[in-house]
């Protein structure tokens, strides 16, 4: 099956600091990456959906200030946590689709964010 | 608003015995109803999918149902084994996103 690469897969910040993750379809061109946030034992909550080329979209209550997103090519998107605090620590997954409305989600590693 | 629930947070049954998990939503249309695994620390891995005109789908093991009247589908593992402890998720793929379910956590003993 398809992969999604997803680096780095754990990262431990100074509070303040900004981090980038990120993600890459290694095997395929990927128009849609989703990027999820997940806290210990509770589900994915979609953060915010990008477009190659085009400004991503936020979910509601998401900070598209606090977490940047970028899609600048069709292999690679990349979350970048701004000015990152204690809260901000959690489980980031990105997935990626090869094509509009494709049926089936590709998941990268998932990034482990601890912001001391 | 919009919400998407999953029988229990936790399910443990016996080797061998079948397992049955829920997945109930409200306020959704979805095309695409998908079941994932995820492992802990790791990203979900893609098991099923059914669409919206399917009643029922196999593979393997694996048994999914989708009732688009009572907004709700049960995936079943028969024969479980110890192999299967995971956390079970249930997404929804509606227009070009997904949203994912709760998570059931289940534990099959040896």
């Known amino acids: 099956g398809a992969v999604v690469s997803q680096h780095p897969s754990w990262v431990i910040c100074k509070s303040g600091t900004s981090v980038k993750i990120e993600c890459r379809s290694l095997?395929?061109?990927?128009?849609?990456m989703f990027w999820y946030r997940q806290f210990p034992k509770q589900s994915l909550m979609l953060m915010a959906t990008?477009?190659?080329?085009?400004?991503?979209?936020?979910e509601q209550g998401v900070e598209k200030d606090k977490f940047l997103i970028n899609h600048a090519s069709l292999t690679l998107s990349t979350l970048t946590v701004t000015s990152a605090h204690p809260e901000d620590s959690s489980f980031y997954i990105c997935?990626?689709?090869?094509?509009?409305?494709?049926?089936?989600?590709?998941f990268g590693q998932g990034t482990r964010l601890t912001v001391v | 608003s919009q919400k998407i629930e999953q029988n229990s947070e936790a399910l443990n049954i016996q080797e061998g015995k079948t397992a049955t998990l829920t997945c109930n939503y409200t306020?959704?249309?979805?095309?695409?109803l998908q079941w994932y695994r995820q492992d802990p620390g790791r990203g979900p891995v893609f098991l099923l999918l059914?669409?919206?005109?399917?009643k029922e789908k196999r593979k393997e093991r694996l048994k999914v149902t989708f009732d688009t009247t009572l907004k709700q589908s049960l995936f079943h593992i028969t024969a479980s084994q110890p192999a299967d402890s995971a956390t079970y998720l249930c997404?929804?793929?509606?227009?070009?996103?997904?949203?994912f379910g709760t998570g059931t956590s289940l534990t099959v003993i040896p």
């Open positions: 997935s990626a689709t090869p094509r509009m409305g494709n049926t089936e989600a590709f």
């Open positions: 095997d395929f061109q990927a128009t849609t």
């Open positions: 990008s477009n190659e080329g085009s400004k991503a979209t936020y």
């Open positions: 306020n959704y249309s979805p095309a695409y």
């Open positions: 059914i669409r919206e005109n399917e």
């Open positions: 997404a929804l793929h509606t227009g070009n996103q997904f949203y």
